[in-house]
């Protein structure tokens, strides 16, 4: 069982940056790969990154390419999303996730589908003001 914590949310405006953090406990991350996604009312989860521990990947939604990056620090448990150059689109509930598989070298496809993943988080608002 893994737990799974995000916090770093908040009020912005727009042009700023907000890190996002995701905590695991209960046991150490996936030995897959981590994922953050997001998601309005009315609206599907949507991918925004991931993080592939084979190679240390990264593969990005092209909304947010450029502007965001995910990263890692394993002996803390943690994964974060470094959001800057932030929008008002970019409004929404931020989730983290454990991957369930490695998902070979399709793991890109994979991974921007949220039911590649087996524990998330309880998410974490973010609202960027115009």
């Known amino acids: 069982q893994v737990q799974l914590v995000e916090s770093g949310g908040g009020l912005v405006q727009a042009g700023g940056s907000l890190t996002l953090s995701c905590a695991a406990s209960?046991?150490?991350?996936?030995?897959?790969?981590m994922g953050w996604f997001r998601q309005v009312p009315g609206k599907e989860r949507e991918f925004v990154a991931c993080?592939?521990?084979?190679?240390?990947?990264?593969y990005y939604a092209d909304s947010v390419k450029g502007r965001f990056t995910i990263s890692s620090d394993n002996a803390k448990n943690t994964v974060y999303l470094q959001m800057n150059s932030l929008k008002p689109e970019d409004s929404a509930v931020y989730y983290c996730?454990?991957?369930?598989?490695?998902?070979?070298?399709?793991?890109?496809?994979?991974?921007?589908?949220?039911?590649?993943?087996?524990?998330w988080g309880q998410g974490t608002q973010v609202t960027v003001s115009s």
């Open positions: 993080i592939n521990w084979s190679g240390g990947s990264t």
């Open positions: 209960g046991r150490t991350f996936s030995s897959y790969g």
């Open positions: 996730a454990n991957a369930k598989g490695g998902f070979g070298f399709k793991w890109r496809y994979f991974y921007t589908h949220s039911s590649s993943y087996d524990y």
